[in-house]
């Protein structure tokens, strides 16, 4: 996004009356910014704009200087104040991120205004973009769309794409398809890639134009070959099913390969399917579980399903009925019929599970609930009348009072998501792949959104919320051209600091779980990291995620000889002291060891999670990952935060305050088992004093840095 680096090329030199200003600027352009700095700081301490101008892109940017966004606001001032347009546009987007000074909208404003009215085009679509979020100024779509304008007649690509989405949506000037494909090819030639990706979806679906096909594949094609994830999935699909092109399994698995390498579930998903029938690629069940693996462990139901199928007929993994059992689980909580049949078949007849008729009925009922009209949800209405005649009258109005219950928290899961592209799987098309761009978006930042599906769950929601409330948007958690706007200047000003300028972005906790120099964490706590840092012992690099238990592994290069031991025996109780320890908020609190104590005070979370604990010990930000003691130093969980533990709280609402959470031993230990990791356990027959579990906790715990 063409933001922050406006490129110079499009200033004319004006005459230089300055000695030395032409060769100042010269050595600038060509980044020699030790010479440049030599020429331009006599000329801007003398009064020329020109000098003032890139004087202050050198403090913002530290080339040739020290970093330094005080010094940046001085110079950009002085030139901005003598009338330089860039210079104008800079400061109004230092006074609306509050660098080098204190934040104000209304000065953003002004300064985008005056910018804006000298023609300088990214300072007319910002100002666009404060006119659509009511940022400084009243809320205006009208004049939104009036600034978009003047930018995008520039040749502003990111403008041409914003006002095509306001024809489109008819917010600010009247709905018009025709002037949306306008703009939006406008953008399109100049390769953003985002306005490619509606266009093939717009003729694909014939959606406001006339359907053609043969321009959807083009504009897909595109935006796939600049490795735009959506495109590359779409295009997979469309060779895969023969939509708009010849059916080619080859070329499906080249493009989905593509984007499941990229990370996208629903890709990863149907690449496994196809290593699963050896369409375009070999037979290979180990490679098919593979890449499920990948796609199930981003939340993808339809994956989590399929894996529970191949541990439970041992395809591709060793057979493993509780694993198949967890996997079903996973993908029946989404609102898959297919696992939810399975689990109930499970246990009644306690394959990986212990037996259990109550819940054989109701997994089977909702899976006659969920499942299509057919020959599925015959089976599973057989199959939970058969168990009905097994229970008493008690016992069966418990199962169907907590089916009801059950049935009230479940996600919705098309069974055959992915696998057909029709004319109204794109409809309306913009939704999906904006979303998709905004996921893909927040996880370079360092947020949450779950898996990047292109679809608005709870997850996306929650990471959309944070996002605002940290830049002040107004705090709505749905999608807005501002949102856009703000979340792709922020990702391409953080890309610009290159891999020679990492930034320390977030921190968490984290321990030892054995002595091969494995680290426990929470996902959140490292996802979207460019590089983690492991103090004091150098880089990790991540091995494993769980997503859903947000989990993740991490292995530094060198041995540990100082790693925590799980708790075994008895497992922890209510009412039990412990201990939680880790580095919250380091640089405000003290950079030491943190520890707080407190007691479990329930063996299940909101809803009745069995994979939480709930524990009075009071939680900072920061303390996430860290491990959970009892009084012998042994780990009966791993702490969460309350933001975290929010993704399962479908049934009960909002957490109160005042209340955290830690994973259970039972589910960390299952996620290490998963990955062959070779922990330790030890008797917590004998208590220590609390002094001497800190000095236990205080060899195995570390600080993790995610810097991006």
Known sequence: MKIFCVAILLLTFPCLAWAGLEEGLAAYERGDFAAALLELRPLALKGASEAQLRLGMMYYNGHGVQRDYVEAVKWYRKAAEQGSSLAQ???????QKGQGVPKSLSEA?????????????????????????????????????????RAAEQGYSDAQFYLGRKYQEGQGVPKDYTEAVKWYGKAAEQEDSRAQVILGALFFSGEGVRKDVRKAVKWFRKAAEREEVGAQYILGLMYYNGKGVSRDYDEAARWLRKASEQGNSSAQYMLGL???????????????????RKAAEQGNGNAQFDLGLMYYNGEGVLQDYAEAARWYRKAAEQGNSGAMNNLGVMYKNGFGVSQDLVLSYVWLNLAATHAEPGSDRDQSVSNRDEVARQLSAQQLARAQQMSREMDRGLGSSADAAGLQLTEKSLAPPAPSLRILKIQEAL???????GPVDGLLGSRTRTAIRAFQADYDLPVTGEPSDGLEAELFA???????????????????????????????????????????????????EVVARDPQNDLALLKISQKSARYATFREGRGIRPGDHVVVVGFPMPGVLASDLNITTGTVSALAGPGDDRSLLQITAPV???????????????????????????KVARLTGDIPQNVNFALSAGVVRTFLDAYSVPYETASSARALAPADVVARAREFTVLIECWK
């Open 109 to 149: 404003v002004r300064w985008f205004r005056k910018a804006a009215e000298q023609g300088n085009s990214a300072a007319q679509f910002y100002l666009g973009f404060m006119y659509e979020e009511g940022q400084g100024i009243p809320k205006d779509l009208t004049e939104a769309a009036r600034w978009f304008r």
């Open 274 to 292: 196809m290593y699963y029938k050896a369409q375009g690629v070999a037979l290979d069940y180990a490679e098919a579980a593979r890449w499920y």
């Open 490 to 540: 922020e990702r391409s000003r953080s890309a610009e600091a290159g891999p020679g300028q990492l930034q320390k972005h977030t921190t968490g906790s984290g321990f030892f779980v054995s002595g091969e120099g494995h680290i426990l964490t929470n996902n959140h706590v490292v996802e979207g990291c460019r590089e983690i840092r492991i103090a004091p012992d150098g880089i990790a």
């Open 620 to 646: 900072q930000p920061g303390n996430s990952g860290g491990p959970l003691l009892d009084l012998s130093g042994n780990i009966v969980g791993a702490v969460v935060g309350k933001m975290d533990a929010l």
């Open 443 to 449: 996880t370079a930042l360092g947020y949450d959104p």
């Open 89 to 95: 546009y800079n400061l109004g987007l230092m006074y």
